[in-house]
């Protein structure tokens, strides 16, 4: 028999598995430790890719190396703060809250990156910064008014999205787990110049020979395999911080391996404050449309993303207040980030993944990742830590995070049931929306209204499903279906 202090613990390690409550610190941290690597690549590679553009003016970079360090320090912080308002949303009236209260991890958005690139070379920085401020106001209304557009995002269309994010997401953790983007496209060019005869620069014979390099691959291997074997033969925090352990396991054998380089760490300062405002924002009216519309994806992103979460959670879909306070927190957040230097907040994907993966679901677990992101941005030396792990290793532990998204996509297409009108809409959403969005060079012929929607993905998918569960209503016997399915699928669960 446990006595009631035995007891008392084991409850309070089973907080983890609940929404509220806060578990042992000694359990929460590294759980929310856990999301905090699987995301801090991630967040800073948007910044260090805007980093690099060249203006198409001055031929110049367009951000300063001193601009570069303030806004990596600064997407942190912004992270780690429009996590906590996701966490712990700030409430307005009895109906209106801006975040969801779910175990949200926000992160700088991807989505942005190639607008902000195009934008960045021809109107700079301060312009980008401009239109990420201004822009975010068209998905501020996607979320107050998300209750009437409710309806045209059923399980159906949700699913698909998920879907489509998760299939673009597999491809970016083998690439991480190969060496990264960089490594990526300097072999991409190196095979161009090789082709057409053309010297190959050292620099980029370099940064081409690490992609997919024995090194790689072995550190990658060894992050999975330990992921594996701690969910297969872990028990306890073993098993519920795999992620974690193959991690840290895969950041010593890096170091082992020579694969890390501390001079980052060594450079960083000690204490530094983020200074809003610091790189002042310039308002243009075309860099603004640019940046409203690709809002709209990420507010598609993000309700897709609470989706994931919910259903692989709390076995349901995200309530309306869920969903609209999700939204407008990840436009508000991209304001908050802006002011403060650096790029679009969102929702991230893999942080979903690990969620639906792991079960965690306790927001003071999350909220712990959330505060060392906020300390990091005062602390460049952690920052600077995290931000030298070798992108294989994280790559070897995001393979199967992501793939839980895409199956968190197909559960909730599997609750709306297989019907013959959703089984038509899904084939026409994935064999135009999918299939004619992923061809770019057909993309780039379409008329420019066209290639407005098919140009990302994750929107045509969206507007397909959309457009087709209008023209094909639910029958009554397609309802009843849904019930069904839904019914078995939660006699599923339980067994």
Not at 219 to 229: A, M, R, Y
Not at 315 to 320: G, H, V
């Amino acid at each position: 028999m446990k006595t009631s202090v035995e007891k008392q613990a084991d409850d309070r390690r089973a907080l983890i598995y609940q929404l509220e409550g806060r578990p042992p610190l000694g359990i929460a941290f590294p759980l929310g430790l856990q999301h905090v690597l699987s995301m801090f690549i991630g967040n800073l590679a948007p910044v260090l890719v805007l980093a690099g553009i060249v203006s198409s003016v001055t031929g110049e970079a367009i951000v300063t190396p001193q601009q570069r360090m303030l806004m990596v320090q600064c997407c942190m912080f912004a992270s780690g703060m429009t996590t906590l308002v996701q966490l712990y949303p700030l409430k307005f009236g009895a109906t209106f809250q801006v975040g969801a209260g779910l175990p949200i991890v926000m992160g700088t958005a991807f989505a942005f990156v190639p607008t902000m690139r195009t934008l960045g070379a021809e109107f700079g920085i301060n312009a980008v910064l401009g239109a990420i401020i201004a822009g975010s106001v068209v998905e501020i209304i996607m979320g107050l008014f998300i209750k009437p557009l409710k309806k045209f995002f059923p399980p159906l269309v949700i699913g698909a999205v998920l879907i489509t994010i998760g299939l673009h997401l597999l491809p970016v953790g083998v690439q991480y787990l190969a060496g990264g983007a960089g490594a990526e496209a300097n072999a991409a060019l190196a095979g161009r110049l090789a082709a057409e005869g053309k010297e190959i620069p050292a620099s980029v014979a370099a940064m081409a020979a690490q992609y997919g390099s024995w090194q790689n691959l072995v550190i990658g291997g060894i992050v999975f395999i330990t992921i594996i074997l701690m969910q297969r033969f872990g028990r306890g925090m073993f098993k519920i911080s795999a992620i974690l352990i193959g991690i840290i396991v895969g950041y010593l054998v890096a170091i082992i391996l020579g694969q890390v380089n501390f001079q980052a760490v060594k450079d960083a300062g000690f204490i530094s404050v983020p200074i809003p405002f610091s790189i002042k924002p310039v308002f243009m009216l075309e860099p603004i449309i640019a940046m409203a519309a690709i809002y709209v994806v990420s507010g598609l992103e993000t309700m897709g993303n609470i989706n994931g979460i919910t259903v692989a959670a709390f076995d349901r879909e995200a309530t309306i207040r869920e969903t609209s306070g999700a939204v407008v927190a990840d436009a508000a957040g991209s304001l908050f980030a802006a002011a403060f230097n650096t790029l679009p907040n969102t929702a991230f994907g893999q942080n979903a993944g690990i969620v639906a993966m792991t079960k965690v679901v306790n927001k003071w677990c999350i909220a712990t990742g959330a505060l060392v992101l906020i300390l990091a941005g005062f602390i460049p030396k952690i920052g600077a830590v995290f931000s030298v792990m070798p992108s294989s290793v994280l790559g070897g532990a995001v393979v199967t995070v992501f793939a839980m998204i895409m199956l968190n996509g197909i559960k909730l297409i599997a609750k709306a049931g297989f019907s013959d009108r959703n089984l038509l809409i899904l084939a026409i959403t994935f064999g135009v929306g999918f299939a004619v969005g992923d061809t770019k060079l057909l993309v780039d012929r379409l008329p420019v209204f066209l290639q407005f929607i098919f140009k990302d993905t994750v929107v045509a998918v969206c507007v397909i499903s959309v457009l087709t569960n209008l023209l094909f209503p639910v029958s009554e016997s397609d309802k009843e279906r849904m019930k069904n399915a839904q019914k078995e699928a939660a006699v599923e669960d339980l067994g």
